[in-house]
């Protein structure tokens, strides 16, 4: 069984700092494509950022580029979210996503991230 389990999420103050991480399990060796995704109150879930394996090639949505980093430790099975001069409008649900080589598709549960003076 496939489980994505988040951490890191809180309370930060605007400039601030956090990093997520998302332990993956289960997947048994087969490459996998990460991703994080969030979603603000009354707002859809919109992309964040994303690294491919086996190439690391990122990409990163234009409201965060420049201040968030993703990466991924393939021998630990995790993926991080470094998220750097945080603003309010970055406060939502953080969840990580991965898509297997037979391209299918693991949410995690999410982790809080609330960014406020």
């Known amino acids: 069984q496939v489980q994505l389990v988040e951490s890191g999420g809180g309370l930060v103050q605007p400039g601030g700092s956090l990093r997520l991480s998302c332990v993956v399990s289960?997947?048994?060796?087969?490459?996998?494509?990460a991703a994080w995704y969030r979603q603000a109150p009354e707002k859809e879930r919109e992309f964040v950022a994303s690294v491919f394996n086996p190439n690391d090639r990122t990409n990163y949505a234009g409201s965060v580029k420049g201040r968030f980093t993703i990466s991924r430790d393939n021998a630990e099975n995790t993926v991080y979210l470094q998220m750097n001069s945080l603003q309010p409008e970055d406060t939502a649900v953080y969840y990580c996503h991965v898509q297997d080589s037979k391209e299918y598709d693991y949410w995690g549960q999410g982790t809080q991230v609330a960014v406020y003076s």
């Open positions: 289960g997947l048994n060796g087969r490459s996998y494509a």
